[in-house]
């Protein structure tokens, strides 16, 4: 799967920009604050859906224009593709393939990509948020249906959250509602379990590649662990602003274990969840049983990696999280590797990280390459080398993108 070429308009600080790009090792090289990651991001937002440094649509839209519109033209299986989208800020977001209308969540069908940066760090440290939002992605690329599964499933939530904070605020007690709550109860079952379903058996499929990849980079065997801590068992996730005790006793008395313990009916288990904590999402005036609840427990050498593991072993572990993906994509893909987007990552890593990473993806398909600081990139990644400045592509030979680089310095 290749990416041949992009063009961008009114996307981040781009007003309009053409990128040709080959087989092979792509690398941009620029200061910070010149458009790198934008052009990473804009590449991987057409396989999913959204940006790995922001949560909605409206900041990558350039300041003053009124949409901003990403362009690709993708070749793999002998064929060749134009997939476009159009980000407004009023209204739906539109799409095109090869010309032609379609909806923005089938464009995860014509590309995937991988794309490594800084803040994998905090899939493995941050909220429960960022783990589910890592999951979720790979999802939605393994199974571009599910993008709409979830958007549902979040619609669903959002109006039954609502219609407990109405009930709340009106002092209305748990039976009052009626049928009206038990229907909305049943759409988040049906959908919700689809999600919580999905993303056990991803995990799962996930964990071997994972396993393979922490040791390759980490150069040690920690046993790297992914387990589900559900919410229909009991277990909600703390959620920002909330602490460790609020999450706990919104988790009812149910058995607090993580999915050691098989889920054979996810829907019975969820509406049994929602009806025994029926009295607390009242008193709350929120959803408390969900995938929206659940978080993903990583483990190194049987110890949760949030609160235990060590820097190097996080970013191990981050860094395996990603090549993983990468590896269960390509194993399942007809279409040839995933595109792997390596956004200022070398930068974050000691010299021996940089080396193994650079070994374990330098025979992909294709691999595009973002640094500020040219010799923090492994020589093997090299070849082909471009420099960007205040969101212009300039075409230097690589002894020439050095120097320059060399000369302006690099904050």
């Known amino acids: 799967m290749i990416v041949e070429h992009v063009n961008l308009v009114d996307f981040r600080n781009y007003a309009a920009v053409d990128v040709a790009l080959a087989p092979g090792i792509n690398l941009f090289v620029g200061r910070n604050g010149q458009g790198k990651t934008n052009l990473a991001e804009a590449i991987a937002y057409i396989s999913t859906l959204g940006s790995h440094r922001v949560s909605g649509d409206q900041p990558l839209i350039r300041q003053g224009a009124d949409a901003a519109i990403v362009r690709t033209r ?16 009023q209204g739906p977001n539109r799409a095109q393939i090869n010309g032609a209308a379609t909806k923005p ?16 760090l905090g899939i493995v440290r941050g909220d429960p948020s960022a783990r589910r939002r890592f999951v979720d992605g790979l999802l939605v690329q393994r199974s571009p249906r599910m993008a709409g599964v979830i958007a549902d499933y979040e619609r669903v939530l959002r109006q039954r959250t609502t219609l407990l904070k109405s009930a709340r605020a009106r002092g209305m007690r748990p039976d009052a509602l009626g049928t009206t709550l038990e229907i909305w109860d049943d759409k988040l079952i049906a959908l919700g379990s689809q999600i919580i379903d999905a993303r056990r058996a991803l995990t799962a499929a996930l964990e071997p590649p994972v396993a393979v990849a922490y040791e390759a980079i980490a150069a040690d065997d920690h046993a790297p662990r992914l387990e589900w801590a559900l919410s229909v068992r009991g277990n909600a996730a703390a959620e920002p602003g909330e602490d460790e005790a609020s999450a706990a006793d919104a988790s ?24 025994e904590r029926r009295a607390a ?11 929206h609840r659940d978080d993903l427990v990583m ?3 049987g110890m949760p990696v949030k609160g235990y593991a060590s820097h190097g072993e996080s970013w191990s572990f981050a860094l395996a999280l990603r090549l993983g993906s990468a590896e269960l994509l390509r194993a399942e893909s007809s279409a040839g590797d995933p595109v792997l987007i390596l956004d200022d990552v070398f930068a974050e890593l000691d010299a021996g990280r940089r080396g193994r990473l650079a070994r374990l993806v330098a025979d992909y398909d294709q691999v595009i390459v973002t640094a500020a600081v040219f ?18 592509i300039l075409s230097e030979p690589v002894a020439e993108v050095a120097a320059s680089l060399e000369g302006r310095g690099h904050a």
């Open 299 to 301: 483990r190194v050498r």
């Open 105 to 120: 969540r089938e464009l995860p069908r014509y590309l995937q990509t991988v794309l490594f940066a800084p803040e994998d």
């Open 375 to 392: 010799g923090d990139v492994p020589e093997q990644l090299r070849a082909q080398a471009v420099h960007i400045e205040a969101g212009t």
């Open 74 to 89: 993708l070749s793999f299986g002998g064929r060749r593709v134009m997939a476009e989208v159009q980000l407004n800020r």
């Open 252 to 275: 009812g008395s149910a058995d607090a274990s993580t999915e050691s313990a098989i889920v054979q009916d996810t829907p019975a288990l969820f509406r049994a969840a929602l009806d």
């Open 281 to 291: 999402e009242f008193e709350r005036g929120i959803t408390l049983v969900g995938p």
